[in-house]
């Protein structure tokens, strides 16, 4: 009886070990996932290849756009967030081909699908010496908008690379539920 009691206990510990290693061991994609870099809005923020600065975010309804040589209006269901960045390249020609919004609770936009053919809109080249300037266009709810943090990385899907993490910081609202600030009509043709 007293044999068949510490084989219990001593296989209850294990379980109990076992099941603490597996909680608090890093998961297999935390170890390959990207590295971070940090920085806030208007912060140079150095990748291994390039170098980034969001240096505004504007809220629009709409937008327009010109498309296959005509001007359109775009609508959503939620906000658009337009970010305009800076971006130089290190030592060598870069293209940075993936930026996602990463809302307050963990909700991941990429650049809208809808504007992949516009001028300045991902994937952006640039080279070393030559700073560009880029826009990453989200469609997003609008509770998603304060708290938010811009990825910005070379390619969409990478492993084990440097990825700009730039936190957007706080944004209040209307009373229409919106952010404030936000433009009716947001003209995309003005400008790279």
Not at 118 to 136: D, H
Not at 153 to 171: K, N, V
Request: proline letters at 7%.
């Amino acid at each position: 009886m007293r044999r068949r009691l510490a084989n219990l206990g001593l296989l209850l510990a294990a379980a109990v070990l076992c099941y603490g290693l597996q909680t608090t061991k890093p998961h297999y994609a935390d170890l390959t996932g990207p590295i971070p870099v940090r920085g806030a809005l208007r912060d140079d923020v150095a990748t291994r290849t390039f170098r980034v600065r969001a240096d505004s975010v504007t809220f629009a309804r709409r937008l327009t756009i010109e498309q296959f040589g005509r001007r359109r209006l775009l609508t959503t269901g939620g906000v658009w967030a337009v970010v305009t960045v800076a971006l130089t390249a290190r030592d060598s020609s870069t293209t940075v081909a993936a930026a996602t919004w990463k809302g307050p609770d963990g909700l991941l936009y990429d650049t809208t699908e809808r504007l992949s053919l516009a001028p300045g809109m991902p994937p952006v080249t640039v080279q070393p010496g030559l700073p560009g300037q880029g826009r990453f266009v989200f469609e997003i709810r609008p509770d998603e908008a304060s708290g938010a943090t811009l990825l910005v990385s070379e390619a969409r899907y990478f492993a084990l690379d440097s990825q700009a993490r730039i936190a957007l910081g706080p944004i209040d609202m209307g009373p229409d539920g919106l952010p404030d600030g936000t433009v009716e009509t947001l003209d995309l043709t003005q400008g790279s």
